[in-house]
C-alpha cells in the first residue's frame, strides 16, 4: 500500500511563498511520474506540474500558470517531491494533492490527503 503525505501548506500573504513537499512509501516510485494537482473551491481539480521518469532522468511539466512559478522538484530516490510556490495570488487558493501516476496496461494513481494553501490579498 501506497502512502502520501504532503506538508508545506499554509496561510500566506500575496506575493509570498511556500514550498510544498510530498514523501511517499510502501512502494519504490523512483520510475513513476509525481506531481502536484489542485482543487479550488467550487471548481475541479486541475494539473499544476509533474516530475515524469524518463530512462535519460526526470523532466518537468508544467500548467500554464505554474511554468514561470512554481518550480517542482524531485529528490533523486524519487520517493519524494517538491514544490516551489513564489509570486502567490488569491487565485492560487485551493487544496494541493501529491500525485503518482504508475503507467502501464492498468494505470494506477496513488494520491495524498491534501494540504490546504490560502493566499490573502
Known amino acids: 500500500q501506497v502512502q502520501m503525505v504532503e506538508s508545506g501548506g499554509g496561510v500566506v500573504q500575496a506575493g509570498g511563498s511556500l514550498r510544498l513537499s510530498c514523501v511517499a512509501s510502501g512502494r519504490t516510485l523512483v520510475n513513476v511520474d509525481m506531481g502536484w494537482y489542485r482543487q479550488a473551491p467550487g471548481k475541479e481539480r486541475e494539473f499544476v506540474a509533474m516530475t515524469r521518469w524518463t530512462w535519460r532522468g526526470y523532466t518537468s511539466d508544467y500548467a500554464d500558470f505554474a511554468k514561470d512559478r512554481f518550480p517542482i522538484s524531485r529528490d533523486n530516490a524519487g520517493n519524494a517531491t517538491y514544490l516551489e510556490m513564489n509570486s502567490l495570488t488569491p487565485a492560487d487558493t485551493a487544496i494541493y494533492y501529491c500525485?503518482?501516476?504508475?503507467?502501464?496496461?492498468?494505470?494506477?494513481?496513488?494520491w495524498g490527503q491534501g494540504t490546504q494553501v490560502t493566499v490573502s490579498s
Open positions: 500525485n503518482a501516476h504508475v503507467p502501464g496496461s492498468v494505470p494506477v494513481d496513488y
